[in-house]
């Protein structure tokens, strides 16, 4: 079946760089285009970009001198590198897969920017 | 950016009754538009699609309809189980951008 699950550290220095982990099964990374999607709590979900099934990446504007997304399909995984983290980029962070509309998420992993 | 506003924020219902609740986007969106479903400590669920097609697994009486920039998400016959957050989702133009929630409960 589809899964996809989350990585990385729950905890970032502000100004520091957040690196996550996205592993998926059940599907192909090169079928499939995978988002990051995050939310602050309380809050309604931003979606941040995504990885394409042909490798190309998309980028939301607000984000995108700060974020990075990569993948290894050998591994089944895509990657988020965001630098500059600040408070207000504290909340879940989801990957996802990408139809345009998203079917189905990973459990999340709770990002905290404090020092 | 297009922006999605929902409304109610927050709907309080019985069991058994009818709800709706509303996005209006700032342009038309020409049906990309994706309902979610989210529970307390829980990744959000897909429940429709091109703003009318019910996705795999969720109950009928989930029902979405609208065009241009008007859509609504119905929910028939409130169960407990539908107590919980829902979000509207636009993916006609980058950047994808979501409402900022309604939050069902029980009255």
């Known amino acids: 079946q589809v899964q996809l699950k989350e990585s990385g550290p729950g905890l970032v220095q502000p100004s520091e760089t957040l690196s996550l982990t996205c592993t998926v099964s059940?599907?192909?990374?090169?079928?499939?285009?995978v988002s990051w999607v995050r939310q602050p709590s309380g809050k309604g979900p931003e979606w941040m970009g995504r990885m394409w099934y042909d490798g190309d990446t998309a980028y939301n504007s607000a984000l995108k001198s700060r974020l990075s997304i990569s993948r290894d399909t050998s591994k089944n995984q895509v990657f988020l590198k965001m630098n500059s983290l600040q408070t207000d980029d504290t909340g879940t962070y989801y990957c996802?897969?990408?139809?345009?509309?998203?079917?189905?998420w990973g459990q999340g992993v709770m990002v905290t920017v404090s020092s | 950016d297009i922006q999605m506003t929902q409304s109610p924020a927050s709907l309080s219902a019985s069991l058994g009754e009818t709800v709706t609740i509303e996005c209006r986007a700032s342009e038309d969106i020409y049906n990309g538009l994706a309902w979610y479903q989210q529970k307390p400590g829980k990744s959000p669920q897909l429940l429709i699609y091109n703003a009318n097609s019910l996705h795999t697994g969720v109950p009928s009486r989930f029902s979405g309809s609208g065009s241009g920039t008007q859509y609504s998400l119905k929910i028939n016959s409130l169960q407990s189980e539908d107590v919980a957050s829902y979000f509207c989702q636009q993916y006609y133009d980058y950047p994808y951008t979501f409402g900022a929630g309604t939050k069902l409960e029980l009255k």
């Open positions: 059940g599907f192909s990374l090169t079928s499939y285009s």
């Open positions: 996802t897969r990408d139809w345009g509309y998203f079917d189905y």
